[in-house]
């Protein structure tokens, strides 16, 4: 038979691997990771005529669908031409599954599909129609090959996380690293 105090002791051990066995990556720590550090701007073209793409304001909801990380960026879009230039905002929203690489400490997205589009002015959609889907591309891309969050091997527990990741789960409103 054990001793209180052992079996305290023992359960209170238990409890603490249990602890120490997952860290969480929040959706704020996301975007603030990704509105810092993630710059993406393409131009195609010349001052005359040419089109330019921006992003900014990243948001993230993690969970909402099993395995899966939704991002939404506001995007602005110049059209520059002689007849008509357009100016206009597109919030764009894809889904994808997150998954950690171990060689670089990061967190990627792939299986990325673009889910929503909306358009500000509303009606701007028909004169950029033809750009839209290389536009599309470009940001689909670059979302599949920068990380979303990177953990920082400057800081102690974050550099033991880094070296004990062995898989990502996705929760409502958060990431669990799992070692």
């Given at each position: 038979?054990?001793?209180?105090?052992?079996?305290?002791?023992?359960?209170?051990?238990?409890?603490?691997?249990?602890?120490?066995?997952?860290?969480?990556?929040?959706?704020?720590?996301?975007?603030?990771?990704?509105?810092?550090?993630?710059?993406?701007?393409?131009?195609?073209?010349?001052?005359?005529?040419?089109?330019?793409?921006?992003?900014?304001?990243?948001?993230?909801?993690?969970?909402?669908?099993?395995?899966?990380?939704?991002?939404?960026?506001?995007?602005?879009?110049?059209?520059?031409?002689?007849?008509?230039?357009?100016?206009?905002?597109?919030?764009?929203?894809?889904?994808?599954?997150?998954?950690?690489?171990?060689?670089?400490?990061?967190?990627?997205?792939?299986?990325?599909?673009?889910?929503?589009?909306?358009?500000?002015?509303?009606?701007?959609?028909?004169?950029?129609?033809?750009?839209?889907?290389?536009?599309?591309?470009f940001l689909r891309n670059y979302l599949q090959t920068q990380p979303v969050y990177t953990l920082d091997?400057?800081?102690?527990?974050?550099?033991?996380?880094?070296?004990?990741?062995?898989?990502?789960?996705?929760?409502?409103?958060?990431?669990?690293?799992?070692?």
């Open positions: 038979m054990m001793k209180p105090l052992t079996l305290i002791g023992v359960m209170l051990l238990l409890l603490l691997t249990g602890c120490a066995s997952q860290y969480s990556i929040t959706e704020s720590d996301i975007e603030q990771y990704l509105n810092k550090d993630m710059h993406f701007e393409v131009k195609q073209g010349n001052q005359l005529i040419g089109v330019s793409l921006k992003l900014n304001e990243i948001q993230v909801v993690l969970g909402q669908k099993p395995n899966t990380m939704a991002v939404t960026a506001a995007t602005v879009i110049r059209v520059n031409n002689p007849l008509l230039p357009i100016q206009a905002r597109l919030k764009t929203t894809f889904e994808a599954e997150p998954w950690y690489d171990s060689k670089t400490k990061s967190v990627y997205l792939r299986q990325l599909n673009l889910v929503k589009v909306e358009s500000e002015p509303k009606d701007i959609e028909r004169y950029i129609a033809q750009a839209t889907p290389q536009l599309m591309g091997v400057n800081d102690s527990n974050q550099a033991l996380m880094a070296k004990m990741t062995k898989a990502l789960e996705v929760h409502q409103g958060k990431l669990v690293v799992k070692f």
